[in-house]
Every structure is written in structure tokens, then in C-alpha cells.
């Protein structure tokens, strides 16, 4: 495999995820149909590469005084043990099955996007029709 591919699709799965959209919902399909990776390997390369970034973040956030620590606290132990326990039930789901798995999680987030679009589009059309009296 040519090593500028890999290089294209971090950078575009980055670029992405520094719009507001998890750079993951890309990076990893990327890696699996364009690429030929196996879905586990795509899924644990887009966790490595979610360590910096989140660092990174909690950094500039910690800097701006924009984290509520008690809060930060009980969502993060969660999470992380959360995080360590999921990834060995998938270590142990065969490759078919996650990528099922997968396509039906993406499937749900972009329905999810839809319905909170529609309802943003709705209530900014009511606002309007509200200023102007209609």
C-alpha cells in the first residue's frame, strides 16, 4: 500500500473532525472500503489517533476555564472503563459483525443529525413567520 494514501486520509479524517464532525465516522470507513484494512485495525488506529486530540483539548479547555471538574470527573472514570471494557468485547466480535455493528451506529448518528436538523430548520422558520406575522 502506498504510505500517501494513508497520509490523505489522516489529514482529510482531521480536517473533518476539525469541523465538529467526529473525524472517526470518516477515517475508519476510509480505512476499511478505500484502503482494505480490517475493521479492527481501522477502529484501533482511529482510537490512537483520538488520544492526542482529546488531550489536546482538554488542554485548551482546562486553559479557558471551560471545564466543570466535578462533572469531567464522573464522566470520564465512566468512560474510560466503559471504553477499555468495549474495545474487548470487539476484540472478540468477529470482523463481518463489526462492521455491521458500525454501518448501524453511523446509520443511527446520521438519522440523529436529521431529526436535529429538521427541528432547527422548523423552529427557525417559526421564529421568523413570528417576527414578520404570519
Keep these: 500500500m502506498d504510505w500517501y494514501w494513508l ?12 469541523m465538529g464532525m467526529g473525524g472517526g465516522t470518516l477515517l475508519i ?7 482494505g484494512f480490517q475493521q479492527h485495525l481501522s477502529q484501533a488506529i482511529n482510537l490512537l489517533v483520538f ?3 482529546a488531550i489536546i483539548s482538554i488542554i485548551i479547555h482546562a486553559k479557558n476555564k471551560l471545564i466543570d471538574y466535578k462533572a469531567f470527573f464522573w ?5 474510560v472503563v466503559a ?6 468485547l470487539a476484540n472478540n466480535i468477529d470482523n463481518s459483525m463489526l462492521k455491521i455493528i458500525f454501518a448501524v451506529f453511523l446509520i443511527c448518528i446520521g438519522i ?4 436535529i436538523a ?5 423552529k427557525k422558520r417559526n421564529n421568523f413567520t413570528d417576527k414578520i406575522g404570519i
Design 29 to 35: 470507513p476510509i480505512l476499511t472500503i478505500f484502503l
Design 112 to 115: 440523529f443529525e436529521l431529526i
Design 51 to 53: 488520544i492526542p486530540t
Design 118 to 122: 429538521i427541528k432547527q430548520s422548523y
Design 83 to 88: 471504553s477499555v471494557g468495549f474495545a474487548f
Design 75 to 79: 464522566l470520564v472514570i465512566p468512560a
Design 7 to 18: 497520509i490523505i486520509s489522516g489529514l482529510f479524517g482531521g480536517l473533518v473532525g476539525g
